[in-house]
């Protein structure tokens, strides 16, 4: 019997400690949800580690991310439905050239049967890219009328974004096609800002906790 | 001095890198099926094929076709019986004809990937392509049956 006793014993502590951790661990939970945001933030769905928080730094440097985002080098190519936009008017691309599965267009109208590796020169002629194409029908990573709000919390969520990570978002910044806004071609206007300031504004808000605008901050944009 | 490979035949020609390549075709290889239309891809009138693809050769440098194979109006066949030349010819589709040999290879390329279009699928593959004549339901007409007899294998029915 005294056997018995100290066997139960033994096994009857851990439970014990385990459920005052649990009743420690869900009131420390509860409780987080009663902290207030910031006023005019929310967090993003995605959270990175290690990130300096700063939701007023962040959120500012998103609102210039935002302008270069939603201008007509970036958003024609990240259009709400199958067609891209054109012109610095975003209208519909002429001639209608869908988006595929791919992203690379469809029968005789793929992006680089007139999209060359480099600009053609002129006026109305196309521009050019090696890699030139519109986000996959999978992972449509729509721009076209987008508010602040949605674009962030969309640009942060890996489900979203092309699966990327802290990393591969600040780097992407530099990839070839982003950088191809800065060199549209004759008759287009530029992104309102440099490429050296787009990236500045781009890795200070991931830095700083990749925070979103207020959802009723900033109408959609066009 | 650079090698082109034009309907399976290779041509050296002695020309500027940037020039475009409907402009060898033409002018230095002589194979003037090919049309200019526009200069800028709006229209769709110098399409050839290069690696299988309906590449607008009027701003296709030659420099990019180099080492590719191209394929004219003039190799689309090897006696003018391609399904589509065959459904082109039976409806009587061109009218001016300017435009058809563009026509055709966009609707090749069409074809190829998909032998059974629906109307969507030919808007979709066809929209690039203009025809000032506005010759375009006889373009879809002749598209569904070159589709048909390509899936029978029937290349002519003459």
Known sequence: MKRNSETAGRYFLPVKTISVLAVILSAIGIMSFGIKNKKGVTKSNIQFENSNRDSIKSVKAFMDVYKVLMSPRCVNCHPSGDVPLQGDDSHLHTMFPRRGV???????????????????????????????????????????????????????????????????????????????????????????MSHEAFKKAWTTWIENGAYAPKPSKVKARP | MISLNINQKTYQVDVSPDMPLLWVIRDIVGLTGTKYGCGVAQCGACVVHMNGEAARSCVTKVSRAEGQAIVTIEGLSQNNDHPLQTAWNEISVPQCGYCHSGQLMSAAVLLRENP???????????????????TYPRIRQAIHLAAEMQRKGIKNKN
């Open chain 1, 102 to 192: 791919d992203g690379k267009g469809v029968y005789a109208m793929k992006c680089a049967n007139c999209h060359q590796p480099a600009n053609t020169p002129g006026l109305n002629t196309p521009p050019g890219n090696p890699n030139w194409h519109l986000p996959p029908a999978n992972m449509k990573l729509v721009f076209q009328g987008r508010t602040p709000h949605q674009l962030a919390k969309q640009l942060m969520d890996p489900k979203q974004n092309g699966h990327k990570g802290k990393e591969q978002l600040i780097a992407h910044a530099t990839d070839a096609l982003v950088l191809a806004a800065w060199n549209p071609g004759d008759g287009r206007a530029l992104p309102p």
């Open chain 2, 116 to 134: 059974n279009p629906t109307d969507d699928d030919i808007d979709a593959a066809m929209a690039g392509n203009i025809c000032r004549c506005g």
